[in-house]
């Protein structure tokens, strides 16, 4: 299994997680806020064991994709400063029955998540000045992938970061790169910002990594 797919099996899980953890938190809040002392008592009892599996799971998960990814932001950080503080902070108030930290465990959860979100939907808002490369594809490409691409995908294609394909061995065709590119897929957000003549220009550039790896062994021998 190579590392993009183990990337996007952990991004996959993490939601799932996030999504589980948020669930059984909120029901526990609600019975917290409504005084259901008893109800409470009765659902936490029998989800101790899963809701320790659920943490462990939501910090691991978010401990391996940080190290595998590419860049840490300033939302990113953030992001995880939330997710570190969510857990501790349910854990007291439940213990304490604090509603106020119960409900600021929930709402750090929420942000976290939305801030996870945001900082990837950044990424694909970049935009690059390409007019000095004005009528050069390859060129205009090459900028482009320097500057958005080469962080998570390495300069020649196959840093493998943050769940990003292997750009020397795809198999891709012409047409699905340029879809790719336009529109995003499992951890890699859409480029809609790009220009029709940058979109070209990156696809372009990518097949060209492929083919200069391909043209390694030849020109060894």
């Known amino acids: 299994m190579s ?10 899980t993490h939601k799932l997680v996030v999504i589980l953890f948020l669930l059984h938190y909120l029901i526990k809040t609600v019975l917290l806020v409504l005084n259901k002392q008893e109800a409470l008592a009765k659902y936490s009892k029998p989800t101790k064991v899963p809701e320790m599996i659920i943490s462990s799971l939501f910090l691991i998960t978010g401990v391996v994709m940080l190290v595998m990814g590419a860049q840490v932001t300033t939302l990113l950080l953030v992001k995880i400063v939330l997710v570190f ?40 808002k970049v935009t690059v ?3 000095a490369e004005a009528g050069n594809s390859l060129a205009i490409g090459k900028k482009v992938y320097t500057e958005a691409c080469a ?3 390495g300069d020649t294609g196959n840093a493998g970061l ?16 340029l879809s790719i590119i336009q529109t995003g897929k499992n951890s890699m957000p859409a480029y809609k910002k790009l ?20 043209a390694e062994p030849a020109s060894a021998e």
Do not use: W
């Open 85 to 124: 503080a969510a857990i501790p902070l349910a854990v007291i108030a439940f213990k304490k029955g604090n509603k106020g930290l119960a409900i600021l465990s929930i709402l750090c959860v929420i942000a976290s998540y939305g801030l996870a979100e945001a900082n990837r939907s950044k990424r694909g």
């Open 151 to 153: 962080a998570c995908h």
């Open 129 to 131: 000045d390409t007019t």
């Open 3 to 12: 590392n993009s797919q183990i990337y996007v099996m952990l991004l996959h």
């Open 162 to 177: 943050a769940g990003a394909k292997d750009l020397t061995t795809s198999t891709l065709n012409h047409e699905e790169v």
């Open 195 to 214: 220009t029709t003549e940058q979109i070209e220009g990156v696809a372009q550039y990518v097949e060209s990594l492929r083919a200069n790896k391909q």
